[in-house]
């Protein structure tokens, strides 16, 4: 039986989409990989898993792809290119790595457009903004780069972001436990294994 991962089954732990976003590629510790974004409609699929995008939207962009799988591809690409860049900037709030001003200049642009779109709407008795619907290709990453923006912009009103410490993994993740002191994007999954390591080692000695 296949029971390998997939973008429908991933977990989603890092408490901000943009986050999930980074974590679509499974290890980014001793290793890197496996890739769960294989394709537009595997990215079309994660979307629609963080309710970035409706059920209408998703069949908007499924079927532009099939129409254009060479433009599909080349923004699939982009968005990859986005999600490293994301990476990087995240990770500089847990090991206070620089900053990259290549990285800063392909998010704002994104969010540029994203905001750009958007209109002042009356929502569930709330007047705000709403995002234009999603008919263009990039429509999910400019959506993410928004999000990432808000997200970096409010530092200094939230913890910061960290990194799994698992050896295969690297995960992002907001810590929202209490005391502050999370160090596993799962205590099921990397916080037992940790375990596990540190009891064979005690056993060997």
């Known amino acids: ?14 408490g901000h989409p943009a986050l999930d976003f980074v974590n679509t590629v499974d290890s980014r510790g001793e290793r890197w990989g496996p890739d769960f974004l294989n394709s537009y409609d595997d990215l079309v699929a994660w979307a629609c898993r963080l309710d970035l995008i409706d059920d209408k939207e998703r069949d ?5 792809a ?8 080349k923004e699939l690409g982009q968005a990859k290119e986005l999600r490293e860049a994301l990476s990087r900037l995240f990770l500089s709030e847990f090991d206070e790595s620089p900053v990259s001003r290549d990285d ?3 998010i704002a642009g994104m969010t540029q457009r994203a905001q750009s779109q958007q209109s002042l709407g009356f929502v569930r008795g709330r007047i705000q903004w709403r995002p234009a619907d999603a008919k263009d290709l990039d429509a999910i990453s400019t959506r993410v780069a928004q999000s990432a923006a808000e997200l970096l912009t409010s530092r200094d009103g939230r ?33 037992s294994h940790a375990r596990v390591r ?8």
């Open 104 to 106: 800063l200049e392909l």
């Open 198 to 205: 540190r009891f064979r080692a005690v056993q060997a000695n």
């Open 1 to 14: 039986m296949n029971t390998r991962k997939t973008i429908h089954d991933i977990s989603l732990l890092g």
């Open 60 to 64: 908007t962009l499924l079927a532009r």
């Open 66 to 73: 099939a129409r254009s799988r060479s433009n599909a591809e």
């Open 159 to 191: 913890r910061p972001v960290r990194a799994c410490e698992g050896p295969n993994c690297g995960w992002l993740f907001l810590d929202q436990s209490r005391g502050g002191h999370r160090r596993w994007c799962s205590d099921k999954t990397c916080g």
